[in-house]
């Protein structure tokens, strides 16, 4: 079986054991999926998350010049 190291970012039990936040943990692939799909881990080595913070979810897409409210004008507000 293949297995992942995983750093905690939420406590959450792992093999039976409590693992705190910070935590390094060896899991299996299935297991580490699991976890990070819930936001209680991130992979070992992955930057992007600082410690105890979750990834921020994306960004909605930027409207197109032009779309915007129902009178037409893109959005804009106010005066002529």
Same mark, same amino acid.
């Given at each position: 079986?293949?297995?992942k190291a995983l750093k905690i970012t939420e406590p959450t039990i792992v093999g039976g054991?409590? !693992?705190?936040k910070g935590e390094l943990v060896e899991v299996t692939t299935?297991?580490?999926h699991d976890l990070i799909a819930r936001g209680? !881990?991130?992979e070992h080595g992955d930057d992007t998350a600082p410690e105890g913070e979750q990834r921020p979810a994306r960004k909605p897409k930027a409207k197109a010049k032009g779309e915007g409210g129902a009178d037409g004008d893109g959005g804009a507000e106010g005066g002529e």
């Amino acid at each position: 079986m293949k297995t992942k190291a995983l750093k905690i970012t939420e406590p959450t039990i792992v093999g039976g054991k409590i !693992a705190r936040k910070g935590e390094l943990v060896e899991v299996t692939t299935r297991e580490a999926h699991d976890l990070i799909a819930r936001g209680r !881990a991130v992979e070992h080595g992955d930057d992007t998350a600082p410690e105890g913070e979750q990834r921020p979810a994306r960004k909605p897409k930027a409207k197109a010049k032009g779309e915007g409210g129902a009178d037409g004008d893109g959005g804009a507000e106010g005066g002529e």
